[in-house]
């Protein structure tokens, strides 16, 4: 079966390399020249997937990596998994766009076209099948088949990988859906199949959105927690003990990565579109997620003002740049905004974060290969606010430095807790 992936991410790479373990041909497309480059040499950039799979799959001829739609031609089965931004406040489906508008030509009987992409309820049917139908000059459903597969990847988890996530899986129609289940039964242990491909789009939709209002709800508390005077973290550990009817969610210093920031807007926008109403807990939980970095700042001056120290001129030392532990996604990270705020103060800011690939490492961020004692005993202050499984404690526990730690992973004197 020749399998063929549009985007090569962190949702699309772990696609095309499941597949060529249970055998497929696989063709991996992307525009961006750079990971081409780096696909077609053996080297990974998504932590998922290592190097050494890659290189195996390169060498056993049942992967390429290309640009060329021209490599395209004779597939099986095309699965879509390109970036689907907020723009302006707007969802931006330009790349599904273009990736279906050069899929439609090489589209032929039999074939099948799975969307991935997150996304409002309604783009399968009423933006991607229409280009797919004109651009083939087929019927979809009849001639082609056609679904909707949220993707559940979930970047650093050992535990729910890609293969043991139960799948949800749906069709424009019956037959689309027999298809697209077949195919992700090969790729996983458990598919999940719904009645059309809004429900599947929706389910998506919901999960982010679930989690989103969650931890804004958690963040808040945390704010306040802090101002009445009450360990907020010991209160949440108290409250996870009950066994039913109460689910753990933890305080951070905002929200990152392409789901959380970004999907429950499309509902959000949606809704406002189609019902011309709000979404009242989605645009709260983004008023109140989105300021994080926001009191996270107001913390460290606050810091540092105990110190008889100015931001300007200080030299601060984030730990973490990542928007979670274990990968180097820096995609709309929380870290981000509190630079760009730190910055515009005066602070001299440096960063400690090996997961995180030189070409997507702040430009105006002093890169720290090692979180010695030296460097943390020499900063003025020390954020924590991505802790990644290798790191050692020992240092950020014996500094004398003020630590401020936003993900509650320290706790002894000098450490200020968010």
């Excluded at 041909?25 to 750079?34: C, H, I």
């Excluded at 679904?147 to 729910?160: A, L, M, V």
């Excluded at 753990?248 to 019902?275: A, E, I, M």
């Excluded at 090692?370 to 240092?395: C, G, K």
């Amino acid at each position: 079966m020749k399998t063929v992936v549009v985007g090569q991410g962190y949702v699309g790479l772990p696609v095309a390399m499941r597949a060529v373990e249970v055998g497929h041909d696989v063709v991996g497309v992307d525009l961006d020249v750079a990971r081409v480059e780096l696909l077609q040499s053996g080297t990974s950039y998504v932590d998922d997937i290592s190097s050494e799979t890659l290189t195996a799959a390169l060498a056993g001829g049942s992967y390429v990596a290309t640009m060329d739609y021209a490599d395209v031609a004779g597939f099986d089965v095309a699965v879509i998994t390109v970036p689907t931004p907020l723009r302006d406040s707007l969802p931006d489906l330009s790349f599904i766009e273009m990736s279906a508008a050069s899929l439609a030509p090489l589209v032929r009987a039999g074939s099948t076209v799975v969307l991935e992409s997150t996304t409002y309820p309604g783009t399968t049917e009423e933006l991607l099948v229409p280009i797919l139908e004109q651009g083939s000059g087929l019927e979809a459903g009849t001639d082609f088949f056609v679904g909707y597969s949220p993707e559940r990847i979930d970047p650093g988890n050992k535990t729910w990988g890609f293969v043991e996530t139960p799948k949800v899986v749906s069709g424009i129609n019956d037959d689309s859906l027999v298809a697209v289940q077949g195919f992700y039964d090969q790729l996983v242990e458990t598919t999940v199949p719904v009645s059309g491909t809004k429900e599947a789009e929706l389910t998506k939709l919901l999960e982010n959105t679930f989690r989103h209002v969650n931890i804004a709800l958690v963040n808040e508390l945390a704010i306040f927690a802090h101002q009445l005077g009450v360990d907020v973290w010991e209160s949440i550990e108290a409250a996870s003990s009950k066994p039913f009817g109460f689910m753990k969610f933890t305080p951070g210093p905002g929200v990152g990565g392409h789901c959380l920031p970004v999907d429950p807007s499309y509902l959000s926008w949606q809704v406002r579109q189609k019902l011309g109403q709000s979404f009242r807990f989605v645009e709260l939980a983004n008023d109140v997620n989105d300021h994080m970095p926001d009191h996270v700042v107001q913390r460290v001056v606050a810091m540092l003002n105990d110190e008889s120290k100015a931001v300007r001129g200080s030299k601060l030392l984030l730990v973490g740049l990542a928007y979670k532990p274990g990968t180097g996604d820096v995609r709309e990270a929380p870290s981000k905004r509190i630079i760009e705020l730190l910055q515009s103060m005066g602070a001299e800011v440096s960063a400690v974060d090996g997961h995180v690939e030189d070409h997507r490492w702040p430009a105006t961020v002093g890169k720290i290969e090692d979180l010695t004692p030296v460097v943390a005993d020499t900063s003025d202050l020390i954020v924590v606010l991505t802790h990644h499984p290798e790191l050692s404690l020992r240092v950020l526990e014996e500094t004398p430095t003020p630590v401020f730690d936003s993900r509650n992973i320290l706790r002894r004197p000098g450490v200020v807790q968010l």
